[in-house]
Structure formats: structure tokens, C-alpha cells
């Protein structure tokens, strides 16, 4: 059974700094990419940033510059480094992985059950 779980949301001023963290769990064979995702009340779900497992990165341009992401493959998991938080930055952030299941062939797409993140002095 693999899952995601994921930490470090949180209430923070604007020009503030978060840490999120996910953690893949279960019978894993292998991970592809990973990424995080978020949704603000009232819109779609957007991608914010991802990571493939060479270590190649791709940004949002809303948030290109101010937040980083970083995986650590030999603990299966990925992380968003938050800088200079803005109250549009505000939305529940959702963890992405693309997992193969152990000595699987195929991967299938796994999600996090959301943080929520909160940018508001």
C-alpha cells in the first residue's frame, strides 16, 4: 500500500518562510517524478513546482525565485522550500508522485491529502 503523507503547513506573515515535506511509503520499486501542486479557494488546482529523479527542476512563474524544491531519494521523499511568502501564495499544497509499486513495470500516480498554507498578517 503506498501512500504520501505529507507536513509543514502552516499560518505565516507575508515575507515569511515555510518547509513542506512528503514522505512516500509502502511497496515502492521506484519513483519518477514528484512535484507539488496547490489550489486556492475558488480556482483549479496549478502545479508549482517539480522534480525529476535526476534532480532536474521545473518552477510556476508566480513562484520562480522564491521557492525551492528538493527530493532525497534514498528516503523517498520531496520537499518545498518557501521563501518570501505572499498572500496569493495562500492554498492548500498537495504532494505528486509518480510511483511504481515494488517490481512493477508501470507507474501510477499517487497524491498527498493536502497542507494547508496561509499567508496573512
Known amino acids: 500500500q503506498v501512500q504520501l503523507v505529507e507536513s509543514g503547513g502552516g499560518l505565516v506573515q507575508p515575507g515569511g518562510s515555510l518547509r513542506l515535506s512528503c514522505a512516500a511509503s509502502?511497496?515502492?520499486?521506484?519513483?519518477?517524478?514528484m512535484g507539488w501542486y496547490r489550489q486556492a479557494p475558488g480556482k483549479e488546482r496549478e502545479v508549482v513546482a517539480r522534480i525529476l529523479s535526476k534532480g532536474s527542476t521545473t518552477y510556476a512563474d508566480a513562484v520562480k525565485g522564491r521557492f525551492t524544491i528538493s527530493r532525497d531519494n534514498a528516503k523517498n521523499m520531496v520537499y518545498l522550500q518557501m521563501n518570501s511568502l505572499k498572500p496569493e501564495d495562500t492554498a492548500v499544497y498537495y504532494c505528486?508522485?509518480?510511483?511504481?509499486?515494488?517490481?512493477?513495470?508501470?507507474?501510477?500516480?499517487?497524491w498527498g491529502q493536502g497542507t494547508q498554507v496561509t499567508v496573512s498578517s
Open positions: 509502502g511497496s515502492i520499486f521506484s519513483i519518477n517524478v
Open positions: 505528486y508522485a509518480e510511483i511504481a509499486p515494488s517490481h512493477g513495470n508501470a507507474y501510477y500516480i499517487y
